[in-house]
């Protein structure tokens, strides 16, 4: 993943770029909600300069997922 994108998804998520793992599970970041995945749509959308589905974004667990997301948008 593009560290430019990680650290613009990491700074909406109110994390440091470092502490955000595959592993990472998004229900445990303080700042996951309906509005924050909201937002890290446009984000990414922005990012990779298409819009991201709202179908994408709904299986989203952890920030594996984030980063398979983006590579799938990314190819």
């Not at 650290?7 to 440091?16: D, H, K, M, V």
């Not at 990414?44 to 298409?50: I, M, N, Q, Y």
């Not at 179908?55 to 989203?60: D, F, I, K, R, V």
């Amino acid at each position: 993943m593009n560290r430019d994108i990680k650290a613009a998804i990491a700074r909406e998520l109110g994390s440091s770029p470092d502490a955000l793992t595959p592993e990472t599970p998004l229900s445990s970041l303080e700042q996951w909600d309906s509005v924050t995945v909201l937002t890290l749509m446009v984000v990414l959308g922005d990012s990779l300069g298409k819009p991201v589905a709202p179908e994408a974004m709904a299986g989203l667990k952890t920030f594996g997922d984030i980063e398979k997301l983006v590579a799938s948008m990314e190819g």
